[in-house]
């Protein structure tokens, strides 16, 4: 009895073994689950400008992506947002060159320097009520005229370079908090003008990423109350280097609401990751993104 025992127990770990042999790393990939690969583009709010130290193109340890790098088994892989961007430039930059067919996520914020935003900001902080009123409107005609097709043209680009990824678009925060009362040289009324104009290109950039088929993340509301006037701002002044751009608490504010919309992550639907589960958005299906 005790021999067939030892004979049994023999048997068992040669099977054990052979297994190990004939699955290698079994146990490795189990401790290891797939890492969604995520690829971050854009201007200076997707770079994180506004809290130094800066590496190239002004991209900052502060940024969103970074912060995001590490939830939910994201994996930060490309981190290519550029201070100053355009929709043009973001593709004559190579920031496409991040994309590919592994690519699980995107993020990309693109769209406020192609309108000339930071014009009108200027004409009505330190400008008559005319320069505020007419630097506006031109701003407004362009978001409404000229930026749906600029961004109908960059969204086709990012999802013809990323064609398995999930692409997560975020908006940009009102500037001001007109409930404090004026701001240098611009009025409440003023300030209420400027905060109108960012929700029109808040506007035009979620129908355009509606169009896409990609996500539109709205921060808005979690910047409200904290306005560059407002007691608490999370928008830096004019006088700093960084002036009206996040402080490193918009920017956590913006990866609580990139990281709200994504929901559960899980691996996607990269080359890589093809026998995977996708991840899946906030709302959306669990399927990878159909061919286009």
């Known amino acids: 009895m005790k021999r067939s025992l030892r004979t049994a127990r023999s048997a068992v770990v040669a099977l054990v073994a052979a297994l190990a042999i004939v699955v290698p790393g079994a146990g490795a990939a189990l401790a290891h689950p797939p890492r969604v690969v995520y690829d971050a583009l854009g201007d200076s709010y997707a770079s994180g400008y506004g809290v130094p130290p800066y590496a190239e193109c002004g991209r900052s340890q502060g940024a969103y992506a970074v912060q995001l790098d590490g939830r939910q088994r994201l994996r930060l892989d490309d981190f290519v947002a550029c201070a100053g961007a355009t929709t043009t430039s973001l593709v004559s930059g190579g920031q496409l060159a991040a994309l590919d067919a592994e690519t699980d996520l995107v993020t990309l914020t693109i769209g406020g320097n192609d309108v000339g935003w930071s014009t009108a900001v200027v004409a009505c902080l330190g400008g008559t009520d005319a320069q505020c009123t ?38 940009y925060p009102r500037l001001f908090s ?115």
């Open 178 to 292: 007109p409930e404090h009362g004026p701001y240098l040289a611009a009025s409440p009324a003023e300030l209420t003008c400027l905060n109108a104009a960012a929700d029109t290109l808040d506007t035009v950039i979620a129908a355009a990423a509606t169009r896409a088929g990609f996500r539109f993340v709205d921060v808005r509301q979690r910047f409200e109350g904290h306005g560059a006037n407002s007691p608490d701002p999370w928008i830096l002044g004019p006088s700093d280097p960084g002036a009206f751009h996040p402080t490193i608490e918009g920017y956590e504010a913006y990866t609580a609401a990139v990281s709200s919309t994504l929901g559960r992550v899980k691996p996607g639907c990269g080359r890589h990751h093809r026998e995977a589960t996708p991840f899946t958005l906030a709302g959306q299906d669990a399927r990878c993104r159909p061919p286009r």
């Open 134 to 171: 007419g630097a506006v409107a031109v701003v407004d005609a362009r978001i409404t005229g000229e930026l749906p097709a600029l961004l109908d043209t960059v969204y086709a680009q990012v999802a013809a370079a990323a064609p398995n990824a999930r692409v997560v678009v975020t908006g």
